[in-house]
């Protein structure tokens, strides 16, 4: 599985998308709410569980960050654990070990459903902005079930005094997700929108899935993960 051309450009409406070309065939993330990075680490992550479920290598055509990389073994060995999967790696062009500052903004992905509130309001400190993949719960092609969905998401948002952000892709239309199960895949997907806010984000977190008590789907809690480029 390769990754290559990495590319930005402006949206007609004035939003942000980013595109590269995987085997050849696009995969993009576009958001008239931020603008978007074209982070490598974001493509490589939302295509890590779809690698592994195939034994393939994820060869990326730009330098990746050491730190995002040093930590892809950990969650092969995590995956193979819960579900016997064949396994990949990454190899990219170059490592980066360049630090970036970063504001400090926590995001976190909210779906409106239980987790995304338990998560929303057992928070110690409230994050800077709710982020929501559409393409990935609710189809792109679906309007009816995303206009209903974004009422809830943009008045939650502003209860709650944190911004609202929709990023939109075509991930689960792309030929690389096809056939793999999106309940293993969508933590990658999700990750990835960390990635691609990093000049706004230092911190994505994901509320939990499954209780601990699924051992078929392996531990699953909340986790907070680093966004963008910096030492450690």
């Not at 994050?127 to 679906?142: E, K, N, S, T």
């Not at 995303?146 to 709650?160: I, K």
Request: aromatic share 6%.
């Amino acid at each position: 599985m390769r990754i290559a051309n990495l590319r930005s450009r402006r949206t007609s409406a004035g939003g942000s998308r980013v595109e590269a070309d995987i085997d050849g065939e696009p995969l993009w993330f576009a958001s008239d709410d931020a603008p978007l990075t074209p982070a490598p680490e974001a493509f490589a992550s939302a295509l890590l569980i779809a690698a592994a479920t195939r034994g393939e290598t994820i060869e990326v055509d730009a330098a990746v960050d050491r730190s995002w990389l040093e930590q892809v073994p950990g969650i092969v060995r995590q995956v193979k654990e819960w579900w016997q999967l064949p396994g990949t790696q990454v190899v990219a062009a170059d490592v980066s070990d360049t630090p970036r500052a970063t504001p400090g903004l926590t995001a976190q992905c909210f779906t409106g459903g239980v987790d995304s509130f338990y998560a929303l309001i057992s928070a110690k400190t409230l994050p800077g902005m709710l982020v929501f993949g559409h393409g990935y719960d609710i189809p792109l092609d679906d309007r009816v079930r995303l206009d209903a969905f974004l009422e809830g998401f943009r008045e939650t948002a502003a209860a709650f005094g944190t911004r609202s952000v929709l990023i939109a892709t075509n991930l689960q239309e792309h030929h690389a997700s096809q056939g793999i199960d999106l309940r293993r895949s969508h933590g990658g997907g999700l990750a990835a929108l960390g990635h691609l806010l990093a000049e706004e984000v230092e911190r994505i977190v994901i509320p939990s899935s499954y209780p601990t008590t699924t051992p078929s789907l392996g531990v699953r809690t909340g986790i907070s993960i680093p966004c963008g480029r910096r030492d450690g």
